[in-house]
């Protein structure tokens, strides 16, 4: 049966040489996989591997836009539907100069797999755009994310594909996002798009939902590994979006000091704690740097990125959220954490660590919340929207954060059995990727060749 995924591994590659990313992702979970597909020979007769590494559907396109100086502009578009086994496709939209191919597939694999294990009914996808939002006016957003949607909404649907935010997509995005697709279509489909604003049928604990629940996540974790709590920790974050504020926030109530932060450019480390009150009001209002936190707090430290290894890792601390992008997490930075005495990491982005560092800190008996498990409490309770734009209500900010809670404890606990069905320790790693693939292979047996 190692022969099966080890071809099934040589196809992937053939046929998808120069899409990095991709097969990243698809080797952590083929490798992480095997004990369950070799004891079940029937997924090779049906040729799960093979399906469930292939997209059902990539579409991409032009968008075209002209800047406040009138010149007119030219983006990539991409939507990449990925699996519809069991729901709706779902997945987010991201903004970067980075964005290719390779990099939506990889989410859009990805994203099966967290949506499987949220237990609740939605597929997977992700989309966006390499248009790069940084530095652009209110105006330029708004003109290019209605050309965006005037394509994208011949693909998308309430029960076809709901799209919602992700790097580079905010509440603003999204707005602008679902006032063109409503423009088009002229009707109420509210669930067609997650992430919106309260006003217009957004969740509540929708925006905090992502860091919240790899908070939650990880308290499970910790308390089943020694029952250890947040409580005097000492925590680092990359990023300052929308996944690093909420994990910092939630941590802090859980009694963590959070110490440092970063953006693109580079870290702050405070020693006193970081104010989370002043980075939400330079990237949530004033859309900043994180450097101007030195603005209001002379103390604190600013330390310039200047090499793929993020400064923040070299800072000493006991967790480690990456919350910023893929990849920020190098051999070298997880060497350099592990020697600093670091206990846990929480995967708040989307494979954040290299695959060499993932499997060195394991080494190590380090703990690694994965990010399909530890950030789905983002899609779960995108979810949770799409049932109160169906059921027309509302919901408590309190009754939603339960749920997402329940739901959160719920993964960790497949995640757990799952490790512990096929006796691998504590590696999440490996326990997540099965879990969510033994959900998804059940669904493709029973639903025939296709
Ligand atoms: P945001 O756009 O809100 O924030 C992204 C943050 O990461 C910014 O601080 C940004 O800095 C930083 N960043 C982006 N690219 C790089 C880079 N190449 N190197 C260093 N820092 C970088 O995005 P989100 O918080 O929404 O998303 C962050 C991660 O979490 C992504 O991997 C995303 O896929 C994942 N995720 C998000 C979910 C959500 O609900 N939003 C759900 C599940 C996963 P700068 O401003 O300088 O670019």
Redesign the pocket.
């Known amino acids: 049966m190692g022969d099966y995924i080890d071809k099934v591994l040589n196809t992937v590659r053939e046929k998808n040489f120069d899409e990095p990313e991709f097969l990243q992702a698809v080797d952590e979970v083929l490798t992480t996989i095997r004990p369950a597909v070799e004891s079940h020979p029937e997924y090779k007769k049906l040729a799960i591997l093979e399906r469930i590494t292939e997209p059902e559907r990539i579409i991409t396109f032009r968008v075209t836009w002209v800047d406040d100086s009138g010149k007119v502009q030219v983006n990539r578009g991409f939507r990449v539907q990925f699996n519809g086994l069991i729901g709706p496709y779902k997945g987010?939209l991201?903004f970067?100069k980075?964005v290719n191919q390779s990099i939506m597939k990889f989410?859009g694999f990805e994203q099966i797999f967290k949506n499987a294990l949220t237990g609740l009914p939605i597929g997977g996808a992700k989309g966006g755009s390499d248009f790069d939002p940084?530095g652009k006016s209110d105006m330029e957003i708004m003109r290019f994310c209605q050309s965006f949607m005037t394509e994208l909404q011949r693909h998308i649907g309430p029960d076809v594909d709901v799209p919602?935010?992700?790097?580079?997509v905010?509440a603003r995005e999204i707005g602008y996002l679902y006032g063109q697709y409503r423009r088009i279509r002229d009707r109420y489909d509210g669930g067609v798009i997650t992430g919106k604003g309260i006003e217009y049928g957004g969740s509540l604990a929708r925006t905090e939902?992502?860091g919240y629940g790899l908070i939650y996540f990880m308290r499970e974790m910790l308390k089943v590994n020694g029952n250890q709590t947040f409580e005097g920790k000492t925590v680092t974050i990359?990023?300052?979006?929308?996944?690093?504020i909420y994990a910092c926030e939630k941590a802090q109530m859980l009694g963590a000091k959070v110490v440092a932060m970063?953006?693109?450019?580079g870290c702050i480390y405070d020693k006193n704690g970081i104010d989370l009150m002043c980075i939400k009001q330079i990237?949530e209002v004033k859309r900043g740097?994180i450097k101007d936190y030195l603005n209001t707090y002379p103390d604190a430290e600013y330390i310039e990125?200047d090499s793929e290894d993020?400064p923040i890792w070299n800072i000493k601390t006991d967790i480690a959220l990456p919350?910023?992008?893929?990849n920020?997490v190098t051999l070298n930075s997880a060497r350099k954490l592990v020697e600093n005495g670091v206990i846990a990491i929480g995967e708040?982005?989307?494979m954040?660590c290299v695959k060499e560092a993932t499997e060195y800190f394991l080494e190590k008996g380090v703990l690694v919340a994965p990010?399909k498990a530890a950030?789905a409490g983002?899609?779960a309770t995108s979810a949770i929207e799409m049932s109160q734009n169906s059921m027309r209500y509302y919901l408590s900010f309190e009754h939603v954060d339960r749920m997402l809670d329940a739901i959160m404890v719920n993964i960790f606990k497949s995640t757990k059995d799952a490790c512990d069905s096929y006796g691998l320790g504590t590696n999440y790693v490996a326990g997540s990727n099965i879990a969510a693939f033994t959900k998804l292979a059940k669904a493709m047996s029973a639903q025939g060749i296709m």
């Open positions: 987010g991201r970067d980075s989410l940084k919602a935010g992700d790097i580079g905010g939902a992502t990359s990023g300052s979006g929308n996944v690093a970063s953006d693109s450019n990237k740097r990125k993020s919350c910023a992008t893929q920020e708040g982005a989307n954040p990010a950030n983002g899609v």
